[in-house]
Antibody, heavy 121, light 110 residues
Framework: EVQLVQSGAEVKKPGESLRISCKGS????????ISWARQKPGKGLEWMGR????????NYSPSFQGHISISDDKSIGTAYLQWSSLQASDTAIYYC??????????????WGQGTLVIVSS | SSELTQDPAVSVALGQTVRITCQGD??????ASWYQQKPGQAPVLVFY???NRPSGIPDRFSASNSGNTASLTITGAQAEDEADYYC?????????????FGGGTKLTVL
C-alpha cells in the first residue's frame, strides 16, 4: 500500500527554523517525484515546488523561491520541506504528494495527511 | 505566475449533473488534474490527463478539455460529492516546469 506519512504539527516563533518531513512507503521512492503544497486557514491550495528523488533536482514556484528549501534522503525514503526563518504568514497546513511528471498531464496520486505549522510570537 | 481560474462556488441538486470549470492559458497545451478536498482532509485525485480516473473514483466523475478550459463533470451528483474541487496544471508564464492550482470551487449538493 502506497503511503506518505508526514511529521507532526509544529508551533514555532517568527525567525525560527523548521524542517518537516514526508516519508514514502509501498513504492520505489526514486521512481516518483514529491511535490509540496500549502493551504492557509480557510484558503485554497498553493503549489510550492517539487523534487525528483532520483537526482534531487528541484524546482520552486516563484512565490516560494528563496524562502523554502526542498530536499530528500533517498536512503530512508523521505522528503523534506525546510525554512531558515519562519514568518507568521507561514502559518498553514503543508501537504506532500507523490507526483508523476508526464509532460502534458502531470498528477499527484497519493497525498500525505498534512502537517500543521503555526508561527506565532 | 500563470493563473488558473475557477468559479468560487457551484451548487447542484442531488442526482443532477454539474460541471466545474478551470480556465487558463496553459490548458491549451496541457491537461488539468483534478482534486477533491473535504473539510479537514487531504486532497484526493479524482481525474487526470485526457481520460484517466484513478482506481476507486466513481465513474460519475469525468473530465474534458476545450481551448483554454478544462472541465470536471459529475453526472448524478451525490451528497458525498459536496467538497472543494481544485484543478492543477502547468505554469505557462515561463516557468515551464512549475505547476499551479486553481483557486478552488466549493460544490454544494442541495
Amino acid at each position: 500500500e502506497v503511503q506518505l506519512v508526514q511529521s507532526g504539527a509544529e508551533v514555532k516563533k517568527p525567525g525560527e527554523s523548521l524542517r518537516i518531513s514526508c516519508k514514502g512507503s509501498g513504492y520505489s521512492f526514486t521512481t516518483y517525484w514529491i511535490s509540496w503544497a500549502r493551504q492557509k486557514p480557510g484558503k485554497g491550495l498553493e503549489w510550492m515546488g517539487r523534487i525528483d528523488p532520483s537526482d534531487s533536482y528541484t524546482n520552486y514556484s516563484p512565490s516560494f523561491q528563496g524562502h523554502i528549501s526542498i530536499s530528500d534522503d533517498k536512503s530512508i525514503g523521505t522528503a523534506y520541506l525546510q525554512w531558515s526563518s519562519l514568518q507568521a504568514s507561514d502559518t498553514a497546513i503543508y501537504y506532500c504528494a507523490r507526483h508523476t511528471p508526464k509532460g502534458d498531464h502531470d498528477y499527484d496520486d497519493y497525498w500525505g495527511q498534512g502537517t500543521l505549522v503555526i508561527v506565532s510570537s | 505566475s500563470s493563473e488558473l481560474t475557477q468559479d468560487p462556488a457551484v451548487s447542484v441538486a442531488l442526482g443532477q449533473t454539474v460541471r466545474i470549470t478551470c480556465q487558463g492559458d496553459s490548458l491549451r497545451s496541457s491537461y488539468a488534474s483534478w482534486y477533491q478536498q473535504k473539510p479537514g482532509q487531504a486532497p484526493v485525485l479524482v481525474f487526470y490527463g485526457q481520460n484517466n480516473r484513478p482506481s476507486g473514483i466513481p465513474d460519475r466523475f469525468s473530465a474534458s478539455n476545450s481551448g483554454n478550459t478544462a472541465s470536471l463533470t459529475i453526472t448524478g451528483a451525490q451528497a458525498e460529492d459536496e467538497a472543494d474541487y481544485y484543478c492543477n496544471s502547468r505554469d505557462s508564464s515561463g516557468y515551464h516546469l512549475n505547476r499551479v492550482f486553481g483557486g478552488g470551487t466549493k460544490l454544494t449538493v442541495l
